[in-house]
Every structure is written in structure tokens, then in C-alpha cells.
């Protein structure tokens, strides 16, 4: 669904598809279905396509829908082919957005994306720090993507913001891997700050508190707004070289409120990719 054509300038396009998987997730599976539950919300006639920016996909904001990738059950196949996805989207000079699935898929799409930026940036939204050494036996699990990300050199910094789960453990990685977290205990958006390019943002919708998002396999009392979230995302200004969104459970969500906000995340995230521009190094 290309719904950019009478886009004259696109600066720049983005690319929208789904990684409908969760091989590895730690304790419900069911985050497989979340891109199709986005992608539903996005273009149901219940809502339409403008952002609060002032940009509207198929006016101001040229996105093709690429739809889902066929995923299979085996993590290194489906990494690869994360990989290559991402790999064709900055050949073709546009910027990803990606819909998870569990939050894996993010080791990938940042490995990916660092190969062809160099190490980027990375804003990370979530109830946890996802810095596990390995979970459960598992050095690829859902808590595990950060680490992975930082031991092999995609970040040059990493800020969490939402985190309300820290173990011993992860804070240990923290400091290991020099990752900056903006605890929760008397948050304001002023307290993160605005940062350097290239950026990637990763959106774990448990970041928010469940009674903005209910419709994850962790919930986690305590979290973000949706007004807090979208102003600590505004504040960036630097060119963004991919995002993803990550966690929905259609499974546990409640009249589709997760969906619908999944949604409007990818609006603001489109919003503010277009409104921030292509990155140049």
C-alpha cells in the first residue's frame, strides 16, 4: 500500500513492515500478532492519518506499507532476513519502521542499520532494560536485545527511558556497557535529554503504564503517559534512521486500546522522521 505517490519532495520516505514473531519471548507468546493489529488500527476508518506535528502519512509524509516479513520459527533465518529487509530500505535511501513482534527483532534491525550508518544512537522506551546477559538459557531472548546490541558495538549511546524493573543484574550491564537510564521515580521529559545522530528509537509498549497499554505480556504499574512518551520523542531534532515498535499482545489488550495507540505511534514516529529529516553523516 503505497500511499505516497503524489509526494513531491519526500525527505524522506519511510518504510513501514512487520516482524510477526515471538520465538523469543520469555514468559506468553502472543506478540506475534502485533503488526497485524497495528496495521489494522492504522488504516481503519475509525481514525485518520494526521499527527499531532501537523503531518498527515499519504499528504505530507510519503510511507509505503511493505507488509509483514515471512518469518519462520528459527531466529538466526529470521534474523537474517530482518537484515536484508533493512539492508534494501537504506539502499533505497529510506528509513525503516518496524512492528514487533517481541523485542528481539530489534538486535537485527539495529545490527543492520549500523551497517550502514556506522553506530548509531538509540532512545529506548520500555518497563525494562532488556541488558540480560541471556535469559532463561537464551542469549537472543526479548530481555536480551540491548546487550547483544552494546557487545557488539551498534550504540555509541544508549538512553532507556521508563525503566521501573532494574535487577542487580541489568544494572550491572548498565554499567558495563556505560548505558544511561532515566529512572522513573520523579520523571519529567526535561530529565531526557536531546540527543545526537545518527538516531534509532525502540518503543516497547510496556514502557507505558498499563492503563494506557494493557495489551502486553509484561505489564508493569507506574509507567509513562502517552503525553510523556510523545513529548520526550518531539524533543529529538536529529535525523532518525529507524524505529520500531514493539510488544503488543492482541491477546491481553482491552477494546483495541493498545492497537490504537500502536497506531498513533506510528504516525508520531512518521511525523517526526519526516520533520527531522534524512541523515547526512
Known amino acids: 500500500m503505497d500511499l505516497g505517490?503524489?509526494?513531491?519532495?519526500?525527505?524522506?520516505?519511510?518504510?513501514?513492515?512487520?516482524?510477526?514473531?515471538?520465538?523469543?519471548?520469555?514468559?506468553?507468546?502472543?506478540?506475534a500478532a502485533g503488526p497485524a493489529a497495528i496495521r489494522a488500527m492504522l488504516w481503519s476508518d475509525r481514525g485518520n492519518r494526521a499527527s499531532?506535528?501537523?503531518?498527515?502519512?499519504?499528504?505530507?509524509?510519503?510511507l509505503t506499507d511493505d507488509g509483514d516479513l515471512s518469518l519462520?520459527?528459527?531466529?538466526?533465518?529470521?534474523d537474517a532476513m530482518i537484515r536484508r529487509h533493512v539492508a534494501y530500505v537504506h539502499e533505497d535511501g529510506e528509513i525503516p519502521l518496524a512492528l514487533g513482534g517481541d523485542h528481539a527483532v530489534t538486535f537485527p534491525l539495529v545490527e543492520a542499520t549500523a551497517?550502514?550508518?556506522?553506530?548509531?544512537?538509540?532512545?529506548?522506551?520500555d518497563a525494562h532494560p532488556d541488558l540480560y546477559d541471556d535469559f532463561a538459557g537464551n542469549p537472543?531472548?526479548?530481555?536480551?536485545?540491548?546487550?547483544?546490541?552494546?557487545?557488539?558495538?551498534?550504540?555509541?549511546?544508549?538512553?532507556?527511558?521508563?525503566i521501573r524493573t532494574l535487577t542487580n543484574h541489568c544494572r550491572e550491564q548498565a554499567a558495563r556497557f556505560g548505558v544511561e537510564i532515566v529512572p522513573m521515580t520523579d520523571f519529567s521529559p526535561d530529565r531526557v535529554p536531546v540527543l545526537g545522530g545518527p538516531l534509532y528509537i525502540s518503543i516497547d509498549l510496556d514502557g507505558l503504564d498499563p492503563s494506557a497499554a494493557p495489551g502486553v505480556a509484561h505489564p508493569e504499574p507506574g509507567g509513562l503517559?502517552?503525553?510523556?512518551?510523545?513529548?520526550?520523542?518531539?524533543?529529538q531534532?536529529?535525523?532518525?534512521v529507524g524505529a520500531d515498535?514493539?510488544?503488543?499482545?492482541?491477546?491481553?489488550?482491552?477494546?483495541?486500546?493498545t492497537a490504537i495507540l500502536g497506531a498513533k505511534l506510528v504516525r508520531e514516529l512518521a511525523a517526526l522522521i519526516d520533520r527531522n529529516g534524512p541523515y547526512r553523516p
Not at 5 to 31: C, H, V, W
Not at 52 to 62: F, K, P, Q, W
Not at 116 to 123: A, K
Open 5 to 31: 505517490s503524489d509526494y513531491k519532495q519526500p525527505m524522506p520516505a519511510i518504510r513501514l513492515f512487520g516482524l510477526p514473531t515471538d520465538i523469543n519471548s520469555s514468559f506468553e507468546r502472543g506478540a
Open 52 to 62: 499531532e506535528l501537523g503531518r498527515e502519512i499519504g499528504v505530507d509524509i510519503a
Open 72 to 78: 519462520t520459527e528459527d531466529t538466526a533465518q529470521d
Open 115 to 125: 551497517a550502514c550508518h556506522g553506530p548509531v544512537t538509540i532512545l529506548h522506551f
Open 140 to 162: 537472543r531472548s526479548h530481555a536480551s536485545p540491548f546487550a547483544r546490541i552494546c557487545e557488539s558495538g551498534h550504540a555509541k549511546r544508549l538512553v532507556q527511558v521508563g
Open 225 to 235: 503517559t502517552v503525553r510523556e512518551l510523545l513529548a520526550v520523542l518531539y524533543k
Open 237 to 240: 531534532t536529529v535525523p532518525i
Open 245 to 257: 515498535i514493539v510488544e503488543l499482545h492482541p491477546g491481553r489488550d482491552v477494546g483495541g486500546v
